[in-house]
């Protein structure tokens, strides 16, 4: 089971990684506009459209990131005065209405993206983008962030159980 923890956190650490570089990706694309815009009256069809791609992709992909650090919204007023014994079991019920949202977002958003691939999909703007690998981010997304989840409650359950142990 420790090997599954540790596979998934390398996993989430492996793709946090690579999502710290994307805010500084939509600020070189929106500078860039701003420069051409400003200076030499060029102004782009594409790079508000990408930045909003870009953006996306990092809310859809980061989820998993901020799951493992804990770092999502919680009821800290009632959850934070628990103890880890009461913190795991108010997770355990919980949990199944994180699997259950999370399961739905994954397999509605496979449909949605896969349809648009089909279609071969595209941005209704000037530019056109293709929009299906932006739209394939929900399901990986949603993927990640339930690998996540079941990785942290299986750590809190061993923690749980270790210091059970530990107190005998």
Known sequence: ?????????????????????FPWVVAGIIMWEIVLRTFFNLPTLWAHELSLMVFGALSILGGAYAHKDRAHVSMD??????????????????FPFFLG??????????????????????????????????KMTIPLGALLIILQGVSNLLSDITAVLAE?????
Not at 1 to 21: A, H, P
Not at 83 to 94: A, G, H, Y
């Open 1 to 21: 089971m420790q090997d599954f923890i540790r596979g998934i956190n390398r996993i989430t650490e492996w793709s946090g990684k690579i999502l710290l570089w």
């Open 77 to 94: 007023l009632f959850y934070s005065h628990l103890s880890r014994r009461r913190k795991l079991i108010m997770d355990l019920i919980t």
């Open 101 to 134: 949202f999370c399961g739905l977002l994954m397999w509605k958003g496979w449909d949605f993206a896969w349809r648009s691939t089909l279609l071969w999909e595209r941005s209704q703007s000037n530019w056109a983008p293709l929009i299906w690998p932006i």
């Open 164 to 168: 059970k142990e530990k107190g005998k």
